[in-house]
Nanobody
Framework: QVQLVESGGGLVQAGGSLRLSCAFS????????MGWFRQAPGKERVFVAG????????FHIDSVKGRFTISRDNAKNTVYLQMNNLKPDDTAVYYC????????????????WGQGTQVTVSS
């Protein structure tokens, strides 16, 4: 069965870095793309970045461009989110998710989700 497991979250000072991982077990050819979302306290979950498995085409939202990089390792069925120059506004629970469609910023397009990993950035 499909299972997504995030890891790599933690507490870091502003300006620091973290690398999140999302291990995808039970992956089939129906999984076309992966996305990272985040949900800050009291706010809705929002899209951060996405990548396709086959070609590695990636997309990042403007607020993280130049700081975050999404990547994937097909052999390991793992997707990463390298986060550099972290800011307190990046504090959130980060989720990975998979979709059988194109990369989308709509969470409804994703059919499987991980449990989330907490990222806390102190000022």
């Amino acid at each position: 069965q499909v299972q997504l497991v995030e890891s790599g979250g933690g507490l870091v000072q502003a300006g620091g870095s973290l690398r999140l991982s999302c291990a995808f077990s039970g992956r089939t050819s129906s999984s076309y793309a992966m996305g990272w979302f985040r949900q800050a306290p009291g706010k809705e979950r929002v899209f951060v970045a996405g990548i396709t498995w086959s070609s590695g085409v990636a997309f990042h939202i403007d607020s993280v461009k130049g700081r975050f990089t999404i990547s994937r390792d097909n052999a390991k069925n793992t997707v990463y989110l390298q986060m550099n120059n972290l800011k307190p506004d990046d504090t959130a629970v980060y989720y990975c998710a998979t979709t059988s469609g194109l990369i989308s910023d709509d969470g409804k397009s994703y059919n499987y989700w991980g449990q989330g990993t907490q990222v806390t950035v102190s000022s």
